[in-house]
């Protein structure tokens, strides 16, 4: 039988960055293509008929799909050097839980799917969930086409290259219409479980979240012919921009803001960049204070860039408001699993978009660290084997 942990050690060499540490693995990358291949095998191994929809979507159903199915799953792909557990767990423990059912000899009354979504961490094309916006229909599928990674390589020309049709990139309501009810597990990515001593625990809401690039323009000249009052230097404001950040944050309960991604160009010891890409992620608990934390860092960074005689200009690259996932799911699921914890998330899931369409819920897993995102991130393996039997009785109850 499939368990969670045997499962991750099969994929635990596909990916890993030598260079970064952890895992590198992105939408449609070989490394991304890779896993695909071995979800393919491994789905299959659990009796599951595996297809991919129009979005790059893989789908592995029990029984003929849809209508009305029951559908778990997470993503495969991750952030530039990720942890081990951050998609792939809800990907494991969803065919764990499968062949968990079907050794106990249960039979689906609705049909079954087990679902891995492209580009959950937009680490490659800049927008997070981007199989499931795509799927949901909640981002423009031009714009989608025109993403493009730091190598220049468009999504369309990805997708091309995984053999699917750009030109069908978009909503799927064929795909969407199939889901009844949308349940993901997912490793807690913070201390909640830990603090409570608890393994697994129904997810409540997410953050609000979005992410922002500030283009800084000035101009590029040399480190050490030109005196400091003749420059207009980008990486200033930006530097400005950092500082501003944390800063408003700071000043709204439960905000985040964070700049983790800083390009300057064209990046050289000795040269001032003539510009700088500085990309903000910020979060907060609603739309209006997500807004009002990005608007003190753009008056910020528009102010610095002033004083530097530099331009600065802002693109939204994503957005999402507050997700409330669906409250009679989450207190069937918290019932059915005996009172198990409710926990709020500030990190965003491909669950986030599908709460918008279909009723939605998530289990988390006790996370020992707290950390994610980073190489840390862990899990136990008796808590991943909680996980995969919370995860059986709610697909089993659902779906029976
Ligand atoms: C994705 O994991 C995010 O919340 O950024
Ligand atoms: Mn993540
Ligand atoms: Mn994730
Ligand atoms: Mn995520």
Redesign the pocket.
Known sequence: MAEATALLADIAGVGADGRRGGYSRHGFDPAELELREWFTAAARRCGLAVETDRNGNLWAWWGRPGPDAVVTGSHLDS?PGGGAF?GPLGVVSALAAVDSLRADGFAPVRPLAVVVFAE??GGRFGV?CLGSRLLAGTIDPDAARRLTDQAGTTLAEAVAGAGLDPARLGRDDEALGRIGRFVELHVE?GRGLADLDAPVAVASSILA?GRWRFRFGGEGNHAGATPIDDRRDPMLPAAQLVLAARRAAAGVPGARATVGRVLPNPGGTNVIASTVDVWL?ARAADTARTRAVVEEIAVAARAAAAEEGCEVAVTEESYGDTVFFDASLRDRLVRGLGGVPVLAT????DAGILAARVPTAMLFVRNPTGVS?APAEHAEPADCAAGVAALAAVLGELAG
Request: aromatic share 0%; charged share 30%.
């Open positions: 952030v951050d959950e961490e997070p990515q979240h992620d500030g990190a965003g899931h995102h």
